[in-house]
């Protein structure tokens, strides 16, 4: 969400470099998600479906970022830029879906 308050470049690829540090954690910490709850022969379905999907991911993003940037640019006038809106859209659901996800699931199924 803070890439929306970017001004400059340099602002950019600092907020960018910081997504990547942070982003690099999350393969790996899916493989140890089904590591945890699946058993070792249902690893390589597991693992597979979670790819397909972030390709599903990529479409609906896609669809939804251009929903946002076209009903911006078509019905007036918004004190940020489309862009901006797509980020904060995007990264205010990720907070979201990340609260859900800390609060409902167990930290292993021992402890379901």
Avoid at 5 to 23: P, Q, S, W, Y
């Amino acid at each position: 969400m803070i890439h929306a308050a970017c001004t400059n470049f340099a602002g950019l690829m600092t907020v960018r470099i910081i997504l990547g540090i942070f982003e690099a954690s999350v393969t790996p910490c899916f493989i140890l998600i089904v590591s945890q709850w699946w058993r070792k022969e249902e690893h390589g379905l597991r693992t597979g479906i979670w790819f397909c999907f972030n390709g599903m991911g990529q479409i609906v993003g896609a669809a939804v970022s251009y929903a946002i940037a076209v009903g911006i640019r078509k019905n007036g006038y918004t004190a940020l830029a489309g862009w901006q809106l797509i980020f904060l859209f995007t990264g205010g659901l990720t907070v979201l879906v990340s609260i859900a996800f800390f609060l409902l699931i167990p930290d292993s199924p021992a402890s379901k």
